[in-house]
């Protein structure tokens, strides 16, 4: 609807006037609060479309911060108040009766009606409810919204809030507007009502918590719960008083119930009312489902049965928008593309998302953790007008909003008080004993990952979310910034394989564990992303390096830089997984996350873009197969073999699905060389809400005929899964006439004026750096400046391997045109060679370079030099040879000189 707007000069980051300056404050009119905005003479000469904020509907002045790396920039910035005004007429059929103005999702807002304040809400993560009038006439009415988003300014607003994603610039923006449903609705007496239908212990007990607010005199009355598709029509006598009343009753479902699950999305409508001298005071209709919900040990139990969560979470990234999505509609389409990848769970990451997200994800199963907008934040439980006296009153006034507003939703499975939060542990537990009284059918916990430098978990929480279990170890993800050591275990020197499981990390929790923020392995950035940014931010950071790629003349290699790095971060993603579903014990992980975060240094994690689209780095079915609620799994101790040897494999089925999967045999293969070499278990069940481990199979690596790229292959009923392997001959014969160094000597010198060939295996020389394996931990610039705070050494910051597979040189040794898992070890004894100001060379294997960087970096390349031809290994392969891998390439490079 067109709605009028007005923002007086002055105002933060202001839009130029419409008007003259004038008193943004309210003036006394016979001790009534009467604004000068309201004067009928006043005309205000813009028009915006609600629901809408100021920066959707481009008002204000176009600015935007074009050097802004940290985060995106807002193309029409604004803080400060506006002001919204709305002229309308009202009906007979709503006069006589109290009058209320709901406003889904807005930030601090006086309303004015008929130029008289009559309502002031801080509400920012609830709908607002204002009461205009308690007997309203028919005819012309106005209303004026004064909306501010210069929160700050108000004493009740906890500053340390604006790092929150309810409000951040690195996410959704602070933006001011008014959406959602915007709406007037006639009420009857009752002003204020709150329904909470809860579990109270079994499937079919529950019971239903009235909180009313009366006007009216005193009175017998009558509350009706129905439920037509269960045949419920239950009436309740009462008596209601003036002020607030409080009931509770008693509700026995049927044994014909049907309930809710992510497997299983029962839905009933749910009918509340509450009648007076036959009049209808209040009526509400609740679309919901029923669960029970309990944690058993370290197990999270959802009608009895064990889930597992694989989740993502959600930052609030909306860059067309700058605000969150507030149709069910909107909210249906995110959560399919997440259940496309096999997930089931989501978690609003330090803020709370509007009632279509709660609705969608009832529709489609699934589990939803609500924080309060918290990040980084102490909180000591201290009370008082002091800077942490208003953090306690927040938490303790907003957790119970947000619990009571939408916790009759099935979804709402977990809440949980901020993100990464410092303080008293006591203060927490206080919390969150207080939220248990009043829904105990939600699960609680003090944080995501609160107290991350000294992991430890209260006595009231009922599941942890953390990184590691203990103080400097016991790692429960396998990848860590450089700012947070220990590292991961898929970042380390060890050769790698896929028997990395985290028991030992659980020994002394007894409560459901969740690994925060597993992944945040980072990609190239698209190139053409930037082009997308077409609403109200642009990508400023991504502007910048695309302009300083062009400078360097290196724009035509962006699109394998993003490829092949998004092939090494989906395979490290995989291993990530894969270590938290085979470990006994977990209950599940949270992935930072599915999508890119623009912000903090400009994030490029996602397997899906900023918008939710795919970057071309892993299908949703190939993701699949080590995501979903049913997983094949192998232990293998390395991915490289020689011929003859035995390769231990333990598989294992995972399986949180629907139901168990009855006997079938379990077939484990190696595919080389076009011949299977295969052993099938028999009579195998995995039963749902566990894993099926099985014994050890031995399967020998044959005689071939040259070194080869094999599978391992598991096949059990309709579940696949293949593990890449490398097979080596036992015995590699060189070139022995080539000429090797381990540096440029005068001896090597002279081979090359002789018209040699020279190989040069070195990792310390002139203009190298590290290099890393995985690709770079969530973005370089931000943790190389943290780590820079801490004395700490930053990450390398590489992204991976671009190869020239069809190379000579790599003739002997199988690869992709990725860094897979036989790079591991050669890379982590490379330290590549910057080749900026280096002229006609020939790059065999290059190491990705961070795009903040941006070098181009050699790991092997050829050149001509004097008269002959240098070839270049930046690792020193000859000081390795007992590894397999490292032996092979080594031989390769030699039969190719």
Same mark, same amino acid.
């Given at each position: 609807?067109?709605?009028?707007?007005?923002?007086?000069?002055?105002?933060?980051?202001?839009?130029?006037?419409?008007?003259?300056?004038?008193?943004?404050?309210?003036?006394?009119?016979?001790?009534?609060?009467?604004?000068?905005?309201?004067?009928?003479?006043?005309?205000?000469?813009?028009?915006?479309?609600?629901?809408?904020?100021?920066?959707?509907?481009?008002?204000?002045?176009?600015?935007?911060?074009?050097?802004?790396?940290?985060?995106?920039?807002?193309?029409?910035?604004?803080?400060?108040?506006?002001?919204?005004?709305?002229?309308?007429?009202?009906?007979?059929?709503?006069?006589?009766?109290?009058?209320?103005?709901?406003?889904?999702?807005?930030?601090?807002?006086?309303?004015?009606?008929?130029?008289?304040?009559?309502?002031?809400?801080?509400?920012?993560?609830?709908?607002?409810?204002?009461?205009?009038?308690?007997?309203?006439?028919?005819?012309?009415?106005?209303?004026?919204?004064?909306?501010?988003?210069?929160?700050?300014?108000?004493?009740?607003?906890?500053?340390?809030?604006?790092?929150?994603?309810?409000?951040?610039?690195?996410?959704?923006?602070?933006?001011?507007?008014?959406?959602?449903?915007?709406?007037?609705?006639?009420?009857?007496?009752?002003?204020?009502?709150?329904?909470?239908?809860?579990?109270?212990?079994?499937?079919?007990?529950?019971?239903?918590?009235?909180?009313?607010?009366?006007?009216?005199?005193?009175?017998?009355?009558?509350?009706?719960?129905?439920?037509?598709?269960?045949?419920?029509?239950?009436?309740?006598?009462?008596?209601?008083?003036?002020?607030?009343?409080?009931?509770?009753?008693?509700?026995?479902?049927?044994?014909?119930?049907?309930?809710?699950?992510?497997?299983?999305?029962?839905?009933?409508?749910?009918?509340?009312?509450?009648?007076?001298?036959?009049?209808?005071?209040?009526?509400?209709?609740?679309?919901?489902?029923?669960?029970?919900?309990?944690?058993?040990?370290?197990?999270?139990?959802?009608?009895?049965?064990?889930?597992?969560?694989?989740?993502?979470?959600?930052?609030?990234?909306?860059?067309?928008?700058?605000?969150?999505?507030?149709?069910?509609?909107?909210?249906?389409?995110?959560?399919?593309?997440?259940?496309?990848?096999?997930?089931?769970?989501?978690?609003?990451?330090?803020?709370?998302?509007?009632?279509?997200?709660?609705?969608?994800?009832?529709?489609?199963?699934?589990?939803?953790?609500?924080?309060?907008?918290?990040?980084?934040?102490?909180?000591?439980?201290?009370?008082?007008?002091?800077?942490?006296?208003?953090?306690?009153?927040?938490?303790?006034?907003?957790?119970?909003?947000?619990?009571?507003?939408?916790?009759?939703?099935?979804?709402?499975?977990?809440?949980?008080?901020?993100?990464?939060?410092?303080?008293?542990?006591?203060?927490?537990?206080?919390?969150?004993?207080?939220?248990?009284?009043?829904?105990?059918?939600?699960?609680?916990?003090?944080?995501?990952?609160?107290?991350?430098?000294?992991?430890?978990?209260?006595?009231?929480?009922?599941?942890?979310?953390?990184?590691?279990?203990?103080?400097?170890?016991?790692?429960?993800?396998?990848?860590?910034?450089?700012?947070?050591?220990?590292?991961?275990?898929?970042?380390?020197?060890?050769?790698?394989?896929?028997?990395?499981?985290?028991?030992?990390?659980?020994?002394?929790?007894?409560?459901?564990?969740?690994?925060?923020?597993?992944?945040?392995?980072?990609?190239?950035?698209?190139?053409?992303?930037?082009?997308?940014?077409?609403?109200?931010?642009?990508?400023?950071?991504?502007?910048?390096?695309?302009?300083?790629?062009?400078?360097?003349?290196?724009?035509?290699?962006?699109?394998?830089?993003?490829?092949?790095?998004?092939?090494?971060?989906?395979?490290?993603?995989?291993?990530?997984?894969?270590?938290?579903?085979?470990?006994?014990?977990?209950?599940?992980?949270?992935?930072?996350?599915?999508?890119?975060?623009?912000?903090?240094?400009?994030?490029?994690?996602?397997?899906?873009?900023?918008?939710?689209?795919?970057?071309?780095?892993?299908?949703?079915?190939?993701?699949?197969?080590?995501?979903?609620?049913?997983?094949?799994?192998?232990?293998?101790?390395?991915?490289?073999?020689?011929?003859?040897?035995?390769?231990?494999?333990?598989?294992?089925?995972?399986?949180?699905?629907?139901?168990?999967?009855?006997?079938?045999?379990?077939?484990?293969?190696?595919?080389?060389?076009?011949?299977?070499?295969?052993?099938?278990?028999?009579?195998?069940?995995?039963?749902?809400?566990?894993?099926?481990?099985?014994?050890?199979?031995?399967?020998?690596?044959?005689?071939?005929?040259?070194?080869?790229?094999?599978?391992?292959?598991?096949?059990?009923?309709?579940?696949?899964?293949?593990?890449?392997?490398?097979?080596?001959?036992?015995?590699?014969?060189?070139?022995?006439?080539?000429? $090797?160094?381990?540096?440029?000597?005068?001896?090597? @010198?002279? *081979?090359? #004026? !002789?018209?040699?060939?020279? +190989?040069?295996?070195? /990792?310390?020389?002139?203009?190298?750096?590290?290099?890393?394996?995985?690709?770079?931990?969530?973005?370089?610039?931000?943790?190389?400046?943290?780590?820079?705070?801490?004395?700490?050494?930053?990450?390398?910051?590489?992204?991976?391997?671009?190869?020239?597979?069809?190379?000579?040189?790599?003739?002997?040794?199988?690869?992709?045109?990725?860094?897979?898992?036989?790079?591991?070890? $050669?890379?982590?004894?490379?330290?590549?060679?910057? @080749?900026? *100001?280096? #002229? !006609?060379?020939?790059?065999? +294997?290059?190491?990705? /370079?961070?795009?903040?960087?941006?070098?181009?970096?050699?790991?092997?390349?050829?050149?001509?030099?004097?008269?002959?031809?240098?070839?270049?290994?930046?690792?020193?392969?000859?000081?390795?040879?007992?590894?397999?891998?490292?032996?092979?390439?080594?031989?390769?490079?030699?039969?190719?000189?």
């Amino acid at each position: 609807m067109g709605e009028n707007y007005y923002v007086p000069e002055g105002s933060h980051e202001s839009f130029h006037p419409v008007l003259n300056v004038i008193d943004s404050e309210c003036i006394k009119v016979n001790e009534t609060k009467v604004h000068p905005l309201t004067a009928p003479s006043l005309i205000f000469s813009d028009v915006i479309n609600l629901p809408s904020t100021t920066e959707i509907s481009k008002k204000g002045q176009f600015q935007i911060d074009k050097g802004q790396k940290a985060h995106l920039s807002r193309v029409y910035p604004f803080t400060g108040k506006c002001y919204y005004r709305r002229r309308f007429s009202l009906p007979e059929d709503m006069t006589s009766k109290g009058l209320k103005l709901i406003l889904e999702r807005t930030k601090f807002t006086a309303i004015y009606f008929d130029g008289v304040l009559v309502s002031e809400s801080y509400e920012t993560l609830i709908p607002q409810e204002h009461i205009l009038s308690r007997n309203a006439t028919a005819g012309e009415h106005e209303i004026l919204i004064a909306v501010d988003n210069h929160l700050t300014e108000y004493k009740d607003f906890p500053a340390c809030l604006y790092n929150g994603h309810q409000f951040t610039e690195h996410t959704q923006t602070n933006w001011n507007g008014i959406m959602g449903r915007i709406y007037l609705e006639s009420c009857q007496g009752i002003y204020e009502a709150n329904f909470r239908l809860k579990n109270t212990g079994t499937l079919q007990n529950y019971s239903i918590e009235a909180i009313v607010d009366y006007t009216g005199a005193t009175g017998k009355a009558e509350f009706t719960v129905d439920i037509k598709e269960l045949g419920i029509s239950e009436a309740y006598q009462i008596v209601l008083q003036e002020g607030k009343n409080y009931f509770d009753f008693e509700l026995q479902l049927p044994e014909t119930v049907h309930v809710w699950d992510e497997f299983h999305t029962n839905l009933y409508e749910v009918s509340f009312g509450i009648t007076k001298d036959q009049v209808g005071l209040i009526s509400q209709r609740l679309r919901t489902g029923f669960l029970k919900v309990m944690t058993k040990g370290r197990k999270i139990l959802v009608n009895d049965k064990k889930i597992f969560l694989r989740g993502t979470i959600d930052c609030a990234i909306y860059p067309l928008t700058g605000a969150a999505p507030m149709t069910k509609e909107e909210w249906l389409k995110i959560f399919n593309r997440m259940k496309e990848y096999g997930l089931n769970h989501y978690r609003f990451h330090s803020w709370c998302p509007p009632e279509g997200a709660f609705m969608a994800a009832d529709e489609l199963g699934i589990y939803l953790q609500i924080e309060l907008p918290f990040f980084a934040a102490a909180f000591t439980g201290e009370e008082g007008n002091s800077k942490e006296g208003l953090v306690t009153k927040y938490i303790y006034d907003q957790a119970v909003k947000v619990i009571d507003t939408y916790g009759n939703h099935p979804s709402f499975l977990m809440f949980a008080i901020g993100n990464e939060m410092t303080g008293e542990l006591e203060a927490f537990d206080k919390v969150l004993a207080h939220l248990k009284t009043i829904r105990s059918d939600i699960l609680y916990s003090q944080g995501s990952n609160n107290f991350l430098e000294t992991p430890v978990y209260g006595t009231e929480d009922q599941y942890w979310i953390t990184m590691r279990t203990a103080m400097g170890g016991n790692n429960i993800r396998a990848s860590f910034s450089h700012g947070d050591l220990p590292l991961g275990h898929i970042q380390g020197l060890e050769r790698l394989g896929t028997n990395i499981s985290y028991e030992n990390a659980l020994l002394e929790v007894n409560l459901p564990i969740i690994s925060h923020e597993i992944g945040q392995y980072e990609t190239y950035p698209d190139i053409n992303e930037v082009e997308k940014y077409t609403g109200v931010t642009r990508s400023t950071a991504l502007e910048l390096w695309k302009e300083k790629i062009k400078e360097k003349g290196r724009i035509d290699k962006c699109g394998d830089y993003l490829k092949y790095s998004g092939a090494l971060a989906a395979r490290c993603y995989q291993e990530d997984i894969e270590a938290i579903i085979r470990t006994e014990g977990m209950s599940g992980f949270q992935l930072l996350s599915l999508q890119d975060f623009p912000g903090q240094g400009t994030a490029l994690i996602g397997i899906l873009n900023s918008f939710l689209e795919e970057k071309g780095v892993v299908s949703p079915e190939e993701f699949r197969r080590f995501c979903d609620a049913r997983v094949l799994f192998a232990k293998l101790p390395y991915y490289t073999y020689l011929e003859g040897d035995i390769i231990p494999i333990e598989a294992g089925i995972f399986n949180y699905g629907e139901a168990s999967m009855p006997d079938s045999g379990f077939k484990i293969s190696l595919m080389v060389e076009g011949a299977e070499i295969s052993n099938v278990i028999k009579d195998v069940t995995a039963p749902t809400g566990q894993l099926t481990k099985l014994p050890i199979v031995e399967l020998i690596v044959p005689k071939l005929n040259g070194p080869a790229a094999a599978t391992i292959l598991l096949t059990y009923r309709d579940l696949i899964k293949e593990y890449p392997v490398w097979l080596y001959p036992s015995v590699t014969k060189g070139n022995k006439d080539a000429y $090797i160094t381990s540096e440029l000597n005068a001896a090597a @010198l002279s *081979k090359l #004026e !002789e018209g040699k060939n020279v +190989v040069l295996f070195s /990792d310390s020389l002139p203009d190298s750096i590290e290099a890393g394996f995985t690709t770079d931990f969530w973005s370089y610039p931000m943790f190389k400046s943290i780590c820079e705070s801490k004395n700490r050494k930053p990450a390398p910051g590489t992204m991976g391997l671009v190869i020239d597979n069809t190379h000579k040189a790599l003739e002997l040794f199988p690869t992709e045109k990725f860094a897979s898992w036989q790079w591991q070890q $050669i890379i982590t004894k490379a330290k590549p060679v910057i @080749l900026d *100001k280096e #002229e !006609e060379y020939q790059l065999i +294997v290059e190491v990705i /370079d961070n795009f903040e960087r941006g070098h181009t970096l050699g790991l092997l390349y050829e050149k001509k030099y004097k008269n002959g031809t240098l070839l270049v290994c930046t690792a020193d392969l000859p000081k390795h040879l007992e590894v397999p891998e490292i032996r092979q390439l080594y031989f390769s490079i030699l039969n190719y000189v």
